[in-house]
């Protein structure tokens, strides 16, 4: 059963290459949805999957790529969007 996670990282996370780093972690995964950067400084991720592969990638997104610096990754329940593919949003 598919489900949908929002995930906000905040730290050293802009200029990093997170985003292009996670949409490749996403269509690795399987993961649809999108990722921006807002802002505030942070990364704002909306995914759906399974929970057992959104968990594995949530474990990812809390370190992100080699340069990032990720200092607070807060996790949420939203309701299910049915996105097709994941992009990485402006």
């Known amino acids: 059963m598919k489900k949908n996670r929002t995930i906000k990282i905040s730290g ?15 269509d690795a995964m399987g993961i649809k949805g999108f990722v921006r950067n807002d802002p505030d400084g942070s990364v704002y991720i909306e995914a759906e999957g399974d929970e057992k ?3 594995a990638f949530v474990e990812w997104c809390q370190h992100g790529p080699s340069h990032a610096r990720v200092e607070k990754c807060e996790v949420s329940e939203d309701i299910l969007k049915d996105f097709s593919r994941f992009i990485i949003a402006r």
């Open 12 to 26: 050293l996370v802009q200029g990093v290459y997170f985003r292009g780093s996670t949409k490749e972690q996403a």
């Open 53 to 55: 592969t959104l968990q």
